[in-house]
């Protein structure tokens, strides 16, 4: 990034190239051609992996053509089930900022710009490997089949609500799907998707685990250990970086990315590592997919910095305009994955605009279909959530006396 | 069996029980411990489930939390308590929060052991009594043995337990009691009791107190190196005082302090960590909510004084068996 404030004495403090009211400025990146990278073996050596680290991993051009041997690990399938995915989720979180709105619920956070990560990282993995995502991975849930009405419920915190009222609207916990419990806290996510890895290698088994983290929280330091462990054990673990530039207000400076991309540091431990354009649903498909194959096959844990773009607000408690210019998004180089791919879709002649367009009438059918029976069951702030007494129920597996007499006190 | 070797034992029947009990730590793997507690365990059951960790606490239990989300029991080693503080935000966001944060789909049923406690010279970080710390943590038990027998049979049953346990140890007692005067040859476990260890499994279940000494004039509350010390304040202040070894503080063995305390009227309790918002406090307002109406004084706590734990004045710091008789004394003595 340009523009640092330095004094005399050398001290500086990092900012963004634009801020409200200049114009967008991504001059500071090298997107480099998409398909002029080569087609890595999944047995490929370390070394291989270098071209990737400052370069970009990329598929798609801006006008919707695939290039490259990268493209060749992804089916006319994959595409069609990534953009029903991408489709569902944007319609969701449009569903859910209309409903924080309306005041049904107090706070979401959307994905808007990074949709391609999350659904492409699902559908490289397979049934009992587990996510261990963030709050900004609601892509993986699309794939991997959950009900959107028991989202919602969750963010209604009603009598539905599969975490019984006790989390905050957005952090889900959903084992069946593959989707680890979300923790508020930034960053111990990442070590955890390491040990679990590590679990399954003692255990002799083949599911492999997949962290996320964005570039603010890759200052804590959990990134750091968690890249670590993943290296000196060779924990088949796929480690990814969602670098959307921003954690909230700040730009990814103050995580370092104005010294070293992502992948670099994380190459730094001794992991292959790869940079891959997170708005390319091909080259996310493909980089994750060759990531799978090799930690699956033993070959230990597989580093990924997707460069995105966060399109909207941090959340729903948040105002962008207030520091960084409005225009940012419109003007972002990589532009915008659901567009790109759905104009791949017709490009290639794998379907058609109306094919498209009943997908995503679909998609608001159905998240209008989800939300009305959620909001039928309730919202929290109707005063119709969790029932009041389950508060006290699952902080051990059994209730320990104490917390038996407070349940009382509490009139339950 | 010395407290080590008790330990030690109780990881090598665990591991011979569950394949999915796996330990690790800084020094735990090939060494065996720094103080020995994990020796021999890679050599008898392999790397895979004995290993050495990089020096990085947050990783060690942040991966463990991870391992035990998966399904295996992990038995995590922190070298020193006074440096588990980098993983408290994986201990108390995380482990702690595992099953209530996801309504019971993940859980960590992990055990952290850690050598707690001072007097042994160790200055501000290998002496400290963190165990307030945890206590406050809503969705962590936390357990400390004074002796072998317990040792043994608490850590099976934290190993067991459903839930995250902080297991300290106080590093004062691995060789043998200790009364609190370290000009005295020490004693060794060979010749106590509770040195006398069974071979194989047996647990020692959590939230059961033990009543060390019974009395009739004072109940005393403590909990590791202070039930040694509590003893021998006892013996040379001759007040007929009931010592309660408390064992685990999370959960509490309530019903053995309610009784006690009614019994004798009076009440002191005996920590090393410091005094302020300590574990003490705690069981002043238990017994004070409890036992209001059996009260025949003010409750007494003797405990490490509000600073960090000092190098030359340790035994000016350590509660020693004269603070806590003199304590005895003026409690049964008041009117």
């Known amino acids: 990034m340009t523009g640092s404030k330095t004094s005399d004495r050398g001290f500086r403090v990092p900012q963004p190239p634009a801020r409200p009211g200049e114009a967008p400025d991504f001059s500071n990146f090298d997107f480099g051609e998409p398909g002029k990278l080569p087609l890595l073996d999944a047995e490929a050596p ?17 006008d919707g053509k695939a290039h490259g041997d990268w493209a060749s690990m992804v089916s006319e399938e994959d595409l069609k089930e990534a953009l029903t995915a991408m489709i569902r989720t944007r319609a969701f979180d449009q569903r859910m900022m209309r409903a924080q709105r309306q005041g049904k619920t107090s706070f979401y956070m959307q994905c808007l710009g990074e949709e391609a990560i999350a659904v492409g990282c699902a559908l490289a993995l397979r049934d009992g490997d587990m996510h261990f995502p963030t709050y900004r991975q609601q892509g993986i849930l699309f794939v991997n089949g959950i009900d959107p009405e028991a989202m919602m419920n ?10 019984e009222g006790k989390q905050l609207p957005v952090l889900y916990s959903f084992k069946d799907n593959g989707f680890f419990t979300i923790s ?3 960053g111990t996510q990442w070590p955890q998707a390491v040990g679990w890895a590590m679990a399954s290698a003692i255990k002799g088994d083949d599911k492999i685990a997949m962290a996320y983290i964005g570039d603010g929280a890759t200052a804590e330091g959990d990134w750091h250990q968690g890249n670590l462990f993943a290296s000196v054990y060779r924990a088949p673990v796929i480690l990814s970086v969602v670098n959307n530039q921003w954690a909230i207000s700040t730009t990814s400076a103050f995580a370092g990315a104005d010294k070293n991309t992502f992948a670099t540091r994380m190459a730094s431990y001794g992991l292959p590592a790869l940079r891959v354009d997170g708005n390319d649903i091909i080259a996310v498909i493909a980089a994750t997919r060759l990531a799978a194959e090799r930690a699956r096959a033993g070959l230990g844990a597989v580093a990924i910095e997707f460069l995105t773009y ?10 962008p305009t207030k520091y960084r210019p409005k225009e940012e998004l419109g003007s972002w180089p990589l532009g915008d994955p659901l567009d790109r791919l759905k104009q791949h879709m017709t490009v290639s002649g794998l379907m058609t605009d109306e094919e498209i367009a009943a997908l995503e009438e679909a998609a608001e059918k159905e998240m209008r279909e989800a939300e009305n029976r959620a909001e039928e069951v309730g919202l929290v702030h109707a005063g119709e959530g969790a029932d009041p007494a389950k508060m006290f129920e699952k902080v051990y597996e059994e209730m320990p006396g104490r917390l038996l007499e407070q349940k009382k006190e509490a009139g339950f | 069996m010395n407290m080590i070797e008790a330990i030690r034992d109780a990881h090598d029947v665990a591991m011979e029980r569950d394949d999915d009990v796996v330990v690790f730590g800084e020094d735990a793997g090939y060494f065996g411990g720094v103080f020995r507690c ?32 998966y399904g295996l029991k992990p038995v995590i080693e922190i070298q020193f308590a006074d440096y588990i503080t980098p993983a408290y935000d994986q ?5 702690a929060r595992m099953r209530y944060r996801s309504n019971g789909e993940f859980t960590c049923p992990i055990v952290i052991r850690t050598p707690t406690g001072g007097g042994i010279y160790g200055g501000q970080t290998h002496s400290q009594s963190p165990e307030a710390i945890f206590t406050h943590v809503c969705g962590l038990k936390v357990v400390i043995p004074s002796n072998p027998y317990d040792a043994k049979g608490l850590l099976l049953a934290s190993i067991e337990d459903p839930d995250p346990v902080i297991f300290l140890e106080p590093k004062r007692l691995y060789n043998g009691p200790f009364e609190g005067y370290h000009d005295r040859a020490l004693k060794g476990w060979k010749d106590h009791e509770d040195g006398k260890v069974p071979e194989g499994y047996y647990t020692v279940p959590l939230g059961k107190a033990k009543t060390v000494r019974a009395g009739k ?3 005393v509350l403590c909990y590791g190196n202070m039930v040694h010390v509590c003893e021998a304040a006892q013996a040379e202040s001759g007040v007929d005082a009931e010592i309660i070894d408390l064992r685990s503080l999370i959960p509490l063995d309530l019903e053995a302090i309610e009784a006690s305390v009614k019994k004798t009227g009076r009440c002191v309790i005996v ?3 410091t005094k302020t918002s300590g574990f003490g406090g705690e069981l002043m307002s238990l017994v004070q909510e409890r036992c209001f109406y059996h009260l025949e004084a003010p409750i007494v706590r003797v405990t490490g004084w509000d600073t960090p734990y000092p190098h030359a004045q340790e035994w000016t710091y350590f509660p020693g068996p004269k603070r806590v008789g003199d304590a005895l004394k003026k409690v049964v003595e008041a009117k």
């Open chain 2, 217 to 219: 004039d004072v109940t």
């Open chain 2, 38 to 69: 994990t020796a021999g365990l890679q050599e008898k059951y392999g790397a895979n489930r004995c290993f050495d960790s990089p020096i990085a606490e947050s990783g060690i239990v942040g991966t463990g939390i991870g391992m035990a989300a």
């Open chain 2, 271 to 273: 920590h090393e960590a």
């Open chain 1, 184 to 186: 508020g806290n930034l």
């Open chain 2, 91 to 95: 201990i108390s966001q995380e482990a």
């Open chain 1, 154 to 163: 969750q963010i209604y915190s009603n009598k539905k609500d599969p975490l």
């Open chain 1, 46 to 62: 370390v070394e291989a992996f270098e071209p990737f680290h400052d370069g970009l991993l990329r598929v798609l051009d801006m």
């Open chain 1, 310 to 319: 966060r399109g909207g607000a941090h959340s729903t408690s948040d105002d």
